[in-house]
């Protein structure tokens, strides 16, 4: 699986902004979905998941509320929806697609990656 992630920029805290990570081949749909984000020097954090179907999700403490992971297996794509962003959301997101079925928030279960795409929040 290849991913392609898109949408970040440069937004004023309280705004909004949606990722896009589109998937290439047939089997997107067998994979359940995450996004992380990463600051420089720190480790990539957990924000959100999705599972095969997008019956069900799970996010962050530190997003719940606020973003919202979703897919369209028909598009070969997942987003998030990031609303009432702040400063400490600014970040690098990745997405990433994982073989494992069960829920998992660290990086290391996830299998492949996408490149990143920058979100700036500006105050």
């Known amino acids: 699986v290849q991913l392609q992630a898109s949408g970040g920029g440069l937004v004023q805290a309280g705004g909004s902004l949606r990722l896009s990570c589109a998937a290439s081949g047939r089997t997107f749909s067998s994979y359940p979905m995450g996004w992380f984000r990463q600051v420089p020097g720190k480790e990539r954090e957990f924000v959100a998941r999705?599972?095969?179907?997008?019956?069900?999700?799970y996010h962050a403490d530190s997003v719940k509320g606020r973003f919202t992971i979703s897919r369209d297996n028909a598009k070969n794509t997942v987003y998030l929806q990031m609303n009432s962003l702040k400063p400490e959301d600014t970040a690098v997101y990745y997405c990433?697609?994982?073989?494992?079925?069960?829920?998992?928030?660290?990086?290391?279960?996830?299998?492949?990656w996408g490149q990143g795409t920058l979100v700036t929040v500006s105050s």
């Open positions: 990433a697609a994982c073989k494992k079925i069960v829920v998992v928030t660290s990086p290391g279960w996830y299998d492949y």
């Open positions: 999705i599972s095969q179907s997008g019956g069900s999700t």
